[in-house]
C-alpha cells in the first residue's frame, strides 16, 4: 500500500478527460465548418435561382408587352377612326377628372 499515491489514478484520468474533451471540440469544429460550407452553398444556390427567375420573368414580361403593343399597332390600323375617337374620349375623360382635384 505504500506504493499506491494518492491523487495519482485522478490525474491519469484528468488526462483521459482532457484528452477525450479535446477530441471533441476538433470534432465540433470541423462539423460547424462543414454546416458553414453547406449553408453557404445553400445560400448561393438559392440566389442564383432567384436571379434567374427573375431574369425569365423579366423576359416573359418584354415578350407580352411587345405582343400587345403589336397588337395595338395592328388594330389602329385597321380602325383608325376609331382609335382617334378612343383616345380623344379617353383624354376628355382623364382632363374632366383633373379639373376635379
Known amino acids: 500500500m505504500a506504493d499506491t499515491i494518492p491523487g495519482a489514478g485522478a490525474s491519469a484520468s484528468s488526462s483521459a478527460s482532457e484528452s477525450a474533451l479535446e477530441s471533441d471540440l476538433a470534432t465540433l469544429k470541423a462539423d460547424v465548418a462543414r454546416l458553414t460550407d453547406t449553408l453557404s452553398a445553400l445560400v448561393s444556390d438559392s440566389a442564383a435561382t432567384a436571379r434567374n427567375a427573375?431574369?425569365?420573368?423579366?423576359?416573359?414580361?418584354?415578350?407580352h408587352v411587345t405582343n400587345a403593343a403589336d397588337e395595338l399597332s395592328e388594330a389602329v390600323e385597321q380602325n383608325p377612326l376609331t382609335s382617334v375617337l378612343i383616345a380623344l374620349g379617353a383624354g376628355y375623360v382623364l382632363g374632366v377628372l383633373g379639373r376635379r382635384r
Open 54 to 63: 427573375a431574369r425569365e420573368g423579366v423576359d416573359t414580361a418584354k415578350l
